[in-house]
């Protein structure tokens, strides 16, 4: 008995291959990160929100953030402030800002 294909086997190798490369880069461009990047040394703590009611929510807090450090959050908001005081690192903070990124953008967000 023969078996009888209508169509060639590399004729559904490449319509496999289609289908992951539309899929793969599909998750890619859903894909979004916001870097937050450090600009003063003299930064106490530094306290971030993430998600789409940020600034309410979790925070996360980063002491001892050098001027070269960088947190990526998989997110599309991200509210951050800092403490008042520099290296005295004082309860109070400044306001909340926020950084937005559309969907399968990657952007950097610098604390204030």
């Known amino acids: ?8 086997l590399w004729f559904a190798f490449f319509a496999f291959s289609a289908l992951f490369l539309v899929l793969a880069l599909g998750e890619k461009a859903n894909a979004t990160s916001i870097t ?3 600009n003063d040394m003299r ?11 940020a600034p309410n929510g979790h925070i996360y807090r980063f002491t001892d953030i050098a001027r070269d450090d960088r947190y990526t959050f998989q997110t599309n908001r991200l509210c951050n402030r800092r403490s008042i005081g520099g290296e005295a690192c ?12 559309q969907a399968g953008e990657d952007i950097t967000c610098r604390v204030p």
Do not use: F, N, S
Request: charged share 25%; with cysteine; aromatic share 6%.
């Open 90 to 101: 004082l309860d109070d903070y400044t306001e909340w800002t926020c950084c937005e990124a």
């Open 36 to 38: 937050l990047e450090g």
């Open 1 to 8: 008995m023969a078996l009888c294909l209508k169509r060639p």
């Open 43 to 53: 930064v106490c703590e530094v306290q971030v929100t993430i998600g789409p009611d």
